[in-house]
């Protein structure tokens, strides 16, 4: 009887591990009749479809989800940083674009350091929220910020993603003992491993009071005040007076039609004119399923794309400075589409950069993270948020809990540190914001219906992985889960070669093996030489596939999950 019941109760304790395995496993790939949301931290996403339950707008779940994933993503995104927000309200028909990136400080004079106190510039994400809150919130702005407080407050396990980022950073964390206050383990000076319980007490009270007093809580109150004392300390230079006159700006976003879809995202500074330019070029040889149907056709289909990418970059370095009420520019950059096509030689690439008119560098780093939203009304939200590097500037208050971007490090340098001078139109001045690769993009169908949200982190590498992610849907007629898991190429012109995923980025190490050996040799033939990404791209999106939405979160990359109901 004593064995029976030993054997019993072993069975019991099998059954209850097992269920709770297939509770907390993702996956990555799910379908939703009514809502779905996609971000690359699985809590988040379920707080942002918890939201649209309660009646919640797709902004609504977008700004709560958004505000979890500055905990779980810390080292990505935050209320230290800023964010480019494309919306689709379904009820009016039309698409806007909330910019609020950092701007440099009105001191701000020509530095140009990678972290600490001068590296960081004026944080916009909260003016971001409430702008959009303002326009098409539903719930009361309290409520988005509840599930994180508690989230805060409570602890939650040290996800994959960020125990990566710590590894990486672990002698900058450990050095410093405000950083160390949240990421060591309690009463020592080693950082947090995946899993350990993680906590963030004063981001919970700066967060808390950002919900009861509104965002001038941050720009014109106590925070402000410690922002503007923590940063003196750290040798940056915000103001009051910087903080005060922030604003977060409403724009048009730029849209271009391929075939029987448009595309809609930021205008520049943001990637969005290099990605629609991409796509614009390669509208033109009507991809299809054939043109990845054999190894032959693979390899010019790639040629082709790699071509694009190259000739986009160097069309990027060209753009001048916009202002958000002028498209004109890169309207004119648009509209090459058919003359860069001609110069696309099916043979051979060419070895000699300036062939494709780059004339400038531009910089760029890879703290961000993307989330992309569907309500059942069918409005749509896709948004890119960054503290810029991971941890961005390596500067955190120990009286608000805030980490702060290190945004300034995205303006071109004034000394040349490569084969190219720095793009002067990025050079730094008062108020203004940086260059940057994020592109939230919204596609919609000929009947202005959602087809598609998406969008990335990494870098430059945000452009390239959205766009393949919507060559991969929309012309090889790949499924989204399929669009997002195939493996990934990339070339921004410098360094000049082609980079592939290593096996440790890519979501199938067979599968990239294989993509690999179909294509890389007859690469080098067309005179492309190839390397490996350091970082991974990871995108976020939600495809509509018949009468569902299907969202896929780039799990494997760097973790998340989506949900929806």
Known sequence: MCCITGILIIIVIISVGAIVHLLWRCNACVFHKNTSIASDAAPCSKIGRDIMKRNGSVVDAAIAALLCIGLVNVHSMGIGGGLILTIYNATTGEVEVINSREVAPEREVARNLETGGPSIAVPGEIRGYALAHQRHGRLPWKQLFEPSIKLARKGFPVAKSLAIALETNKEQIEASISLCNVFCKKNSDQILSENDLIYFPQLADTLQMIADQGPDAFYDGPIAEDIVHYVSQSGGLISRDDLKQYKANRETPINVTLDEYTIYVPGAPSGGPVLALILKILDGYNFSRESVSTREKKVLTYHRIIEAFKFAFAERSKLEYPTSSDHKKVKEMISKANDIREKINDSHTNEKIDYYGIKCFLPGQGGTSHLSVVAQDGSAVSVSSTINGRFGSFVRSNVTGIIFNNQMADFSQYEDKNSLPSCSQNYVQPGKRPFSAMTPAIILD???????????????????????????????????????????????????????????????????????????????????????????????????????????????RKGGCPAGY
Do not use: Y
């Open 446 to 556: 000929k009947d202005k219906n959602v087809k598609m949200v998406v969008g990335a982190s990494g870098s430059s590498r945000i452009i390239t992985a959205t766009a393949l992610v919507v060559i991969n849907a929309l012309w090889f007629g790949d499924d989204a889960c399929e669009a997002v898991n195939k493996p990934r190429v990339h070339h921004q012109l410098l360094p000049n070669l082609v980079q592939f995923e290593s096996e440790d980025l890519a979501t199938n190490a067979e599968q990239l093996r294989q993509f690999r050996k179909e294509i890389e040799d007859d690469l080098k033939t067309k005179m492309h030489v190839s390397g490996f990404a350091d970082m991974p791209s990871v995108v976020q999106v939600i495809i509509r596939e018949g009468n569902v939405w299907h969202a896929v979160s780039d799990t494997i």
